[in-house]
């Protein structure tokens, strides 16, 4: 409820930023995902965050991918 004094009241806040994420539209990227040796990652769920902390660690030198989809939103690294 927006009160008098410019602030919101809430019993619950749910923020839904409306990105969904589907690795299976990427032939073969669940899998590579789902795979401890294969060097593919994404920060984008949680399931898999450890797994690019742990590629980042052992990064021995060379040449590193990084992917930033085009977004409807200003800063697509942001989230």
Known sequence: MYTPTGEYTYDFLIVT????????KI???RQALDDPKH???TIYSHKYVYK?????????GGKAVF????QPIKCGGAP
């Open 39 to 41: 060097p593919a990652g």
């Open 52 to 60: 690019v902390l742990d590629l980042k660690t052992n990064f021995k």
């Open 17 to 24: 930023p409306g990105v969904e994420l589907n690795f299976d």
């Open 27 to 29: 032939p073969g990227m």
């Open 67 to 70: 992917m930033n989809p085009m």
